[in-house]
Each structure stands twice: as structure tokens, then as C-alpha cells.
């Protein structure tokens, strides 16, 4: 087992603006960084509202401690609930695809 794994993460459909407009990030993390085990999705949420949101709104991302209703995850082109939601252990490459459905107007 490898000591990292690289997980690409991205938001599209307005999530972005969330991110200083930034809709593509690779992230490298300790293959224990769960406390000693594998780093799951639940747990990358987590890293990415400590170290990636920029808007205070974090509200617009996570909704009591779990990614908020109107956001679809996918997991490698996958919907993540086929995979386990935020259960799933992240494996190196994986791709993790944020898409708000939610439409201002």
C-alpha cells in the first residue's frame, strides 16, 4: 500500500465560486490520514471544508456535517450512492466530481 494517495477533486455547475473559481484541485493525502486508516470520501469532505472552501458560506457545501441535498457526488463517473456515500475509501486517482443541481433565479 502506497503512502499517498492523489485524489482529484472538482465543482462545476456554480460550486466552484465557493473555491475562488477554482473548479479543479489535486490533493495528496496520507494513506492513514483517517486516523490510521484509509481517508474515505466522509473524511474527504472534511479536508476540503478545513482547507479548501475560501467562501465563509460553507453552508452552500455542507448542511450538518454531511454534503448538502442539490449536490450530486460522483466517485470515478459513478453516483456515490452505488459506492457506499461517504463510506467509500479513496484509492489513488480517484476522481471526485461535486455538481450542484440547485438553480438560482
Known amino acids: 500500500m502506497a503512502n499517498e494517495i492523489h485524489v482529484t477533486v472538482e465543482f462545476t455547475n456554480g460550486l466552484e465560486i465557493l473555491f475562488d473559481n477554482v473548479s479543479k484541485h489535486s490533493i495528496t493525502l496520507s494513506a492513514d490520514a483517517d486516523n490510521g486508516k ?19 458560506r ?12 442539490g449536490i450530486l457526488v460522483l466517485i470515478n463517473d459513478s453516483d456515490w450512492e452505488l459506492e457506499g456515500e461517504d ?19
Open 87 to 105: 463510506k467509500y475509501e479513496l484509492t489513488d486517482n480517484d476522481n471526485v466530481l461535486f455538481v450542484s443541481t440547485l438553480h438560482g433565479g
Open 38 to 56: 484509509s481517508p474515505t470520501v466522509g473524511y474527504l469532505v472534511n479536508y476540503i471544508c478545513d482547507n479548501l472552501i475560501k467562501d465563509p
Open 58 to 69: 460553507k453552508e452552500l457545501f455542507i448542511l450538518d456535517g454531511a454534503v448538502r441535498p
